[in-house]
C-alpha cells in the first residue's frame, strides 16, 4: 500500500496526536474504496486484524500512530548512539528526571515543566494510552525510579539522596523485597551506604509506605510491559505494531453460526487453524479471497435478500426441498449443490487414489486435520476451485456442471506451472501435481 509509508512518515515527524475524527474518515474512504461505496459485508475492524485470527491485516492507521510514538519510549529506555542527538536535547527539558526514567511515573509528570516539551507529551500520551489498553498497572513497579520522581515527594519537593544513588540505589526493587522495605542493615551489607544515613533511611520508608499502600506493594511488571521492553531494532516499529495487533485474540468469524449450523463445538486453536488455512490454500489471492469470503459468509442468499425486501420469499429456487435458502443450504445443502460436491469429491479420491470426504467441515471450512500432509495443499485448492465454481452459478445453481471445473482446475494448474517454471521450481511442481494430471488426462 503506497499510502501506508507516507502516512506513517507523517507520524514519525509531527508528534501531534491527529483528532479522532481524521482517523474516522480515513478509515471510511478506506472502507468505501474496498466496497466500492457500497455497505461493507465484513467491518475494516475484522479485516484489520491478523490473518490467523480471521483478517487481512489490513493498516489500523491509528495504532501505526501509537507505534510511531511508542518506539520513543523504547528508545529512551534503551538509547543507541545514533540517537544521542536528539535524546540529549530531550533530556535537557527533563532537568535533573532522567529521560528513562518518564515511563515509570505517573501522570503526576503533567505538572512538571517536562510535559511542556510536545515530543515528550505525546509519547508518554501514547504511553499511559499503551498501559490503559493492556490494563498494564505500572505504578508502583520495580523500576520506578525513587529519585526526582513527583510520585515520591517531601513538603511538595521530590527526593535525591545523592550518595544513596551513587551506592546503585536507584529503583524501588533496591528497597523492597519480597513486598517489605528492607532493613536498614540490609542496605549497609548490600549497598554500602553510611551508618549515618539512618534518618534519611526512615524518611524515604516513611514516605514509600505513605505513598503506596506497603500491602499491596507488588513491583512485577506485567507481561504486555515486559514484551515491549524486550523489543528493539532493526525494525522496531513494525514489532510494535505487531504488539498493538495483539491485543484483542480473538476470532472474528461468524463462529457461532458455523457451529450452529454444522452442530460442531470447536475451541479457539480450531478456528485459528481455519483461518490460517486460507493463506496455505494457494498463492492465488484469487482462490484465497474465496476461501475468506465463504468463512465470513458474505454472499447473499435468498434468505438475506428476503430479509433486505429485495426478494418476495426466503424459499430456495434452485430446488424443490421448499425449505430456507439460508447460507448452508445455498453452499452445501441444496440438491444440485450436494450433487456437485459428491462429484468433486469422488473424482478427487480417485484421482489422488485417497478417501475425500463429503465433508462441510472440509469441503467449507477448509478443514484438512483428516488428510494426508502430502495431498492436503492440492485437496484445499481443489476444493476452493469448487467453491469458485458454485460461485460463479451463485444464481443458477441448475447450471453446475463438472466441465466447468475442469476447466478452472486446469487453468489454476497453468497458472502454477508458470510460477514454478519462472523460479526455477518445476520439480517440485511436478512432485505436487502431476499425480493429479495424469489421472484427468
Known amino acids: 500500500m503506497m499510502v501506508l509509508p507516507k502516512i506513517n512518515y507523517l507520524f514519525s515527524l509531527i508528534p501531534n496526536k491527529p483528532p479522532a475524527a481524521w482517523f474516522k474518515s480515513l478509515d471510511s474512504n478506506i472502507s468505501q474504496f474496498l466496497w466500492k461505496n457500497k455497505p461493507s459485508r465484513i467491518s475494516l475492524k475484522t479485516l484489520q486484524k491478523p490473518?490467523?485470527?480471521?483478517?487481512?491485516?489490513?493498516?489500523?492507521?491509528?495504532?501505526?500512530?501509537l507505534a510511531n510514538r511508542l518506539q520513543y519510549i523504547s528508545k529512551?529506555?534503551?538509547?543507541?548512539?545514533?540517537?544521542?542527538?536528539?535524546?540529549?536535547?530531550?533530556?535537557?527539558?527533563?532537568?535533573?528526571?532522567?529521560?528513562?526514567?518518564?515511563?515509570?511515573?505517573?501522570?503526576?509528570?503533567?505538572?512538571?515543566?517536562?510535559?511542556?516539551?510536545?515530543?515528550?507529551?505525546?509519547?508518554?500520551?501514547?504511553?499511559?494510552?499503551?498501559l490503559k489498553l493492556t490494563q498494564s498497572p505500572l505504578i508502583p513497579c520495580k523500576l520506578t525510579p525513587i529519585w526526582n520522581n513527583p510520585d515520591i515527594c517531601q513538603n511538595k519537593k521530590v527526593l535525591n539522596f545523592t550518595s544513596w544513588r551513587e551506592k546503585g540505589i536507584k529503583n524501588l526493587e533496591h528497597v523492597i523485597k519480597e513486598g517489605n522495605f528492607i532493613t536498614f542493615q540490609e542496605l549497609i551489607s548490600e549497598y554500602?551506604?553510611?551508618?549515618?544515613?539512618?534518618?534519611?533511611?526512615?524518611q524515604l520508608k516513611s514516605i514509600i509506605q505513605e505513598r503506596f499502600n506497603p500491602n499491596q506493594l507488588n513491583l512485577e511488571i506485567s507481561t504486555w510491559v515486559t514484551e515491549f521492553l524486550n523489543l528493539c531494532a532493526p525494525k522496531l516499529?513494525?514489532?510494535?505494531?505487531?504488539?498493538?495487533?495483539?491485543?484483542?485474540?480473538?476470532?472474528?468469524?461468524?463462529?457461532?453460526?458455523?457451529?450452529?449450523?454444522?452442530?460442531?463445538?470447536?475451541?479457539?486453536?480450531?478456528?485459528?487453524?481455519?483461518?490460517?488455512?486460507?493463506?496455505?490454500?494457494?498463492?492465488?489471492?484469487?482462490?484465497?479471497l474465496i476461501q475468506y469470503k465463504v468463512l465470513h459468509r458474505v454472499h447473499y442468499t435468498g434468505q438475506r435478500m428476503f430479509q433486505m425486501g429485495l426478494a418476495q420469499s426466503n424459499i430456495c429456487t434452485h430446488c424443490t426441498a421448499n425449505v430456507t435458502d439460508n447460507y448452508l443450504h445455498a453452499i452445501w445443502d441444496c440438491r444440485p449443490v450436494q450433487m456437485f460436491w459428491h462429484r468433486i469429491c469422488t473424482d478427487l479420491s480417485t484421482w489422488l487414489k485417497c478417501c475425500i470426504?463429503?465433508?462441510?467441515?472440509?469441503?467449507?471450512?477448509?478443514?484438512?486435520?483428516?488428510?494426508d500432509a502430502n495431498t492436503s495443499h492440492i485437496v484445499l485448492t481443489a476444493l476452493c476451485i469448487a467453491k469458485k465454481t458454485i460461485l460463479i452459478n451463485w444464481k443458477q445453481k441448475k447450471d453446475l456442471h463438472i466441465t466447468l471445473y475442469k476447466n478452472l482446475l486446469f487453468d489454476h494448474i497453468s497458472l502454477e506451472r508458470m510460477s514454478a517454471s519462472s523460479k526455477n521450481q518445476l520439480e517440485e511442481f511436478n512432485s505436487l501435481w502431476l499425480p493429479l494430471i495424469n489421472s484427468t488426462s
Do not use: V
Not at 543507541?80 to 535524546?87: N, R, T
Not at 528513562?100 to 504511553?127: E, M
Not at 470426504?357 to 488428510?371: K, Q, V
Open 76 to 130: 529512551w529506555i534503551k538509547p543507541d548512539l545514533l540517537d544521542s542527538p536528539w535524546l540529549d536535547l530531550e533530556q535537557a527539558f527533563c532537568r535533573k528526571t532522567k529521560l528513562s526514567d518518564l515511563p515509570y511515573i505517573s501522570s503526576n509528570i503533567k505538572r512538571h515543566d517536562t510535559f511542556k516539551s510536545l515530543s515528550i507529551n505525546s509519547s508518554l500520551t501514547a504511553w499511559w494510552e499503551f
Open 192 to 202: 554500602g551506604i553510611n551508618n549515618s544515613k539512618f534518618l534519611e533511611y526512615q
Open 237 to 288: 516499529l513494525s514489532k510494535l505494531y505487531k504488539l498493538l495487533l495483539k491485543f484483542d485474540d480473538s476470532i472474528s468469524l461468524p463462529i457461532a453460526k458455523w457451529e450452529r449450523d454444522l452442530s460442531i463445538n470447536q475451541d479457539q486453536s480450531f478456528w485459528t487453524e481455519i483461518c490460517s488455512n486460507i493463506f496455505k490454500i494457494s498463492k492465488s489471492p484469487n482462490l484465497q
Open 357 to 371: 470426504p463429503t465433508s462441510p467441515r472440509l469441503c467449507i471450512l477448509g478443514d484438512i486435520s483428516e488428510l
Open 51 to 65: 490473518k490467523n485470527n480471521g483478517g487481512l491485516e489490513l493498516p489500523n492507521f491509528y495504532n501505526y500512530f
